[in-house]
């Protein structure tokens, strides 16, 4: 069965710093894995997905994130964080047939100082 | 409004009653999801529908979870029988259609507390 591991709880970070969110995934093939985020009072919202092809990509809201193969990650970037990316993030995997059928992590909540 | 809404927002019910939630998706539609996120927690999937298919329930954790919707439009979720455990955000996302080029937009949820 797949799995997704989110090894930070709570990440801080200061305003104009560079993030990181760290995402583990365990799947039998080629995964489908994407990046969410929730902000207070809203919806979940898609940050970025990768299916196939380059392995670095691109999503909203500046964000990037790289697909490791051999390292089984998907971590999530941004070089310049701003106060307004205070958030929870989770990082998915589809489950090969349907995106929206998805197994999340138990997510990472960003604060960010001033 | 063009995104999913789900009502109520906001559910108290005392353990032993039944409960449903509802779930308008995004017009046009034709995928629709429930999940469950526990207090802390990622995402349970719980049931997927798409168009007239039969549904995906294989994420539903109990009998006592049933949902339904009719084509392409509202769905309801039901809870018979409520416990404490069921307390949870229920979230509701709907798609274009289904299948891995799908987006799934999320509604804001409807949180239940179990008393």
């Known amino acids: 069965a797949q799995s997704v591991t989110q090894p930070d709880i709570h990440i801080t970070v200061s305003e104009g710093a560079s993030l990181e969110l760290r995402c583990n995934y365990s799947?039998?093939?080629?995964?489908?894995l994407f990046w969410y985020v929730q902000s207070p009072g809203q919806g979940l919202q898609l940050l970025l997905k990768?299916?196939?092809?380059?392995?670095l990509v691109q999503g909203i809201k500046g964000f990037e994130a790289e697909f490791k193969r051999s390292q089984s990650s998907f971590n999530l970037r941004k070089p310049s964080v701003h106060w307004s990316d205070a958030a929870e993030y989770f990082c998915?995997?589809?489950?090969?047939?349907?995106?929206?059928?998805?197994?999340f992590g138990d997510g990472t909540t960003l604060t960010v100082k001033p | 409004g063009a995104g999913v809404s789900q009502s109520p927002s906001n559910k108290v019910t005392e353990k032993g009653k039944d409960v449903e939630l509802r779930c308008d998706p995004i017009?046009?539609?034709?995928?629709l999801y429930w999940y469950r996120q526990r207090l802390g927690q990622g995402l349970e999937f719980l049931i997927y529908?798409?168009?007239?298919?039969?549904?995906?329930k294989s994420g539903l954790p109990s009998d006592r979870f049933s949902a339904e919707r009719t084509g392409e439009s509202v769905s309801t979720l039901t809870i018979q029988r409520t416990q404490q455990e069921d307390s949870a955000v229920y979230l509701c996302a709907s798609g274009l259609k289904g299948g891995m080029n799908t987006e799934a937009f999320f509604g804001q949820g409807t949180r239940l507390t179990v008393v």
């Open positions: 990768y299916f196939s092809g380059d392995t």
């Open positions: 998915a995997v589809g489950d090969g047939t349907n995106a929206g059928k998805s197994t």
């Open positions: 017009s046009g539609h034709t995928a």
């Open positions: 799947y039998g093939a080629t995964p489908y």
């Open positions: 529908f798409q168009g007239n298919s039969a549904p995906d």
